[in-house]
C-alpha cells in the first residue's frame, strides 16, 4: 500500500466548477499535511498547508481528518489557471522533515 | 533572483558516465533536500542535509553521491549512470527540518540517460 493515495485523475471539468480532491495516508504518527500544486514540467510549489481545523484561502478550502486518516482540498470557482497536478504531502513525525508525496492528480479546467 | 537554482536544467549523457548536478540556494536556509521524479511522475526523497550534516539517506544505490559544502550548496554527484536513472531531480530547501517547515524546490534537472 502507497504511504499517501490520491483520487486518480484526470479530472477534467469547466469554468466556475467546484472540484474536491481526497487523499489518504497510512502512517497515523504522521505529523504535517500540505497540498502542492505542480504545473506541467514545473516544480512543485506549495499551495496551502492543512490544519486538522481546516483551512481556507480564498477559493482554495483544506480539511484533514486525523482519525480516518484522511485530507481534501476543494477548489470553487474554478480558473483556467487552475489547471495543474495537485499533489497530496504528508511529513511523518520526526523523520527530519522529509515530505512523502502522494502520485497527484491531474486537473484540467476548460473555457 | 532564483530562490533554489540548479545546473543544469538539461543533462543528456550515456549509459555508464559520471555526472554531477549542483545546486545553490539563497533563502537562507539551512535544511537542502534532493527529490527524484520518475516518468510516472512519482517524486521520492533521496536525501536531507542539515547545515552540512546528512540527515536522511533513503535507500539509495550508492553510486550518488551527495555533498553539502557549505550550508547554502548541496550537490549530487552520480557514478556510472544506468538507464534507469533518467527522472527529473528536484533540489529543495527549507528553514530547518521540522516537519512542518515548506519547502521551496528548483526548477529540476532533467536527467536522460542514452
Known amino acids: 500500500r502507497k504511504e499517501v493515495e490520491q483520487d486518480p485523475g484526470p479530472f477534467n471539468v469547466p469554468e466556475g466548477a467546484t472540484v474536491a480532491f481526497n487523499c489518504t495516508y497510512s502512517?497515523?504518527?504522521?505529523?504535517?499535511f500540505f497540498w502542492y500544486r505542480q504545473d506541467c514540467r514545473k516544480e512543485p510549489k506549495l499551495l496551502m498547508s492543512v490544519y486538522s481545523s481546516g483551512n481556507e484561502d480564498g477559493r482554495f478550502t483544506a480539511q484533514l481528518n486525523r482519525a480516518s486518516q484522511y485530507i481534501s482540498l476543494l477548489i470553487r470557482d474554478s480558473k483556467l489557471s487552475d489547471s495543474a497536478t495537485y499533489l497530496c504531502?504528508?511529513?511523518?513525525?520526526?523523520?527530519?522533515?522529509?515530505?512523502?508525496f502522494g502520485q497527484g492528480t491531474e486537473l484540467s479546467v476548460k473555457p | 533572483d532564483t530562490a533554489v537554482s540548479q545546473t543544469p536544467k538539461y543533462l543528456v549523457t550515456q549509459m555508464g558516465n559520471d555526472k554531477s548536478i549542483k545546486c545553490e540556494q539563497n533563502?537562507?536556509?539551512?535544511?537542502m533536500y534532493w527529490y527524484k521524479q520518475d516518468s510516472k511522475k512519482f517524486l521520492k526523497i533521496m536525501f536531507s542535509?542539515?547545515?552540512?550534516?546528512?540527515?536522511i539517506n533513503e535507500t539509495v544505490p550508492n553510486r550518488f553521491s551527495p555533498k553539502s559544502p557549505d550550508k547554502a550548496h548541496l550537490n549530487l554527484h552520480i557514478n556510472s549512470l544506468e538507464l534507469g536513472d533518467s527522472a527529473v531531480y528536484f533540489c529543495?530547501?527549507?528553514?530547518?527540518?521540522?516537519?512542518?517547515?515548506?519547502?521551496?524546490f528548483g526548477d529540476g534537472t532533467r536527467l536522460s540517460i542514452l
Open positions: 533563502l537562507g536556509h539551512d535544511t
Open positions: 529543495a530547501s527549507s528553514h530547518g527540518f521540522g516537519s512542518n517547515q515548506p519547502q521551496h
Open positions: 502512517n497515523s504518527a504522521s505529523q504535517s
Open positions: 504531502v504528508v511529513t511523518p513525525y520526526n523523520q527530519g522533515g522529509k515530505l512523502i
Open positions: 542535509y542539515n547545515n552540512k550534516e546528512l540527515i
